[in-house]
């Protein structure tokens, strides 16, 4: 299975201004960060779901350092 998070696909405007719809849960606020999507490939639909969207909340270093 495949899990692909893009921010692009779900996203509300407020004053021209785009918002994604995953939420970081450390402000409570969307993501505003360069990443534009996260694939991850797993035999656990649920299970790869949750990291694409974990892994776009992180900032890039932090996911290329969870990966490894």
Same mark, same amino acid.
């Given at each position: 299975m495949t899990c692909q998070t893009v921010p692009g696909? #779900?996203?509300?405007e407020i004053n021209?201004?785009?918002y994604s719809? %995953? %939420?970081d849960p450390k402000t409570g606020f969307p993501?505003? #960060?360069k990443i534009v999507s996260a694939s991850v490939i797993s035999k656990d639909?649920?299970?790869a779901d949750g990291l694409a969207t974990?892994?776009?909340v992180m900032d890039v270093q932090k996911s290329i350092h969870y990966l490894r």
């Open positions: 696909r #779900n996203f509300f021209d201004k785009t719809h %995953i %939420i993501v505003d #960060n639909c649920t299970f974990a892994l776009m």
